[in-house]
């Protein structure tokens, strides 16, 4: 049986595949398991520096599979669910150490939607989808929906997007803001590689605690921002890439960071 998400390791980045083309690449409780365990092993490779996530076939990720879903006559715990399976992993994705580029190869609803949200770099194919499909079936959006919505497209349209369920095409998602960029199908794979393998050259430490400091700053005063951005650039300050940094400004020559943290 092919493994539900496949792990490919690059020169100092790793690409994860979600692996269930024929159901959209729905999650069950086993790729669940399997995505666990891939963002484990590139949180522990020192030598990944960058992850690109994207899904198998013609979709991204199409949220949770319906049929895996207990059967018997009484109604699911779905708060169990997101305890035990979604919060892990939008926690894991958005505390990930290192840069994490998603490429929405097509439809990406439900949690599958607001996975890729949770990345740090989101491109799609012009032809992608994001629909917020928990409406349709009577839910409210989660793994981390309800959060990143009106941060990223504001209130209004949050509403929209959550009430009604609609798709949201690319170019849509990109023009408010909700996703970096749409880009033509043809060169979606190209591009996003090119990314994760340009950010797996950068000052990793870092990129980590720049991601840090965007995390806090939604629920932070300015003053307790500006004292958390004072504690983290002092760490930045300490790290062999920013003392790198300085010497290649100085002798007019591209640097070459190490992502070392000392």
């Given amino acids: 049986m092919e493994p539900t998400v496949l792990v490919d390791r690059r020169d100092g980045w790793s690409v994860l595949t979600l692996n269930r083309p024929d159901r959209l690449n729905a999650f069950t409780e086993e790729m669940h398991r399997a995505l666990a365990e891939a963002l484990a092993g590139v949180e522990a490779d020192a030598g990944c520096r960058a992850v690109l996530l994207t899904g198998a076939g013609r979709g991204f990720c199409a949220g949770q599979d319906l049929n895996d879903r207990a059967t018997s006559g009484e109604a699911p715990d779905l708060g169990a669910t997101l305890d035990g399976l979604y919060n892990p992993l939008i926690r894991r994705l958005r505390a990930l150490p290192k840069p994490l580029v998603c490429a929405v190869n097509g439809v990406a609803a439900g949690a599958g939607a607001n996975i890729a949200l949770a990345c740090d770099i989101v491109l799609a194919a012009r032809s992608a989808k994001f629909i917020q499909s928990f409406a349709k079936i009577g839910l409210v959006p989660d793994s981390g929906g309800t959060y990143a919505l009106p941060r990223l497209v504001g209130a209004a349209r949050a509403r929209g997007l959550a009430l009604l369920a609609e798709p949201l095409p690319a170019?849509?998602?990109?023009?408010?803001?909700?996703?970096?960029?749409?880009?033509?199908?043809?060169?979606?794979?190209?591009?996003?590689?090119?990314?994760?393998?340009?950010?797996?050259?950068?000052?990793?430490?870092?990129?980590?605690?720049?991601?840090?400091?965007?995390?806090?700053?939604?629920?932070?005063?300015?003053?307790?921002?500006?004292?958390?951005?004072?504690?983290?650039?002092?760490?930045?300050?300490?790290?062999?890439?920013?003392?790198?940094?300085?010497?290649?400004?100085?002798?007019?020559?591209?640097?070459?960071?190490?992502?070392?943290?000392?």
Avoid: C, M
């Fill in 171 to 262: 170019e849509k998602a990109e023009e408010w803001g909700l996703i970096w960029k749409a880009v033509d199908d043809a060169t979606l794979r190209p591009e996003a590689e090119a990314l994760a393998a340009h950010l797996a050259t950068q000052p990793t430490q870092g990129l980590a605690l720049i991601k840090q400091a965007l995390d806090a700053s939604a629920g932070n005063s300015l003053d307790a921002q500006l004292d958390l951005e004072r504690d983290l650039q002092r760490r930045a300050g300490r790290t062999p890439d920013y003392a790198e940094g300085v010497r290649a400004f100085i002798e007019k020559r591209p640097a070459k960071f190490t992502g070392q943290a000392e």
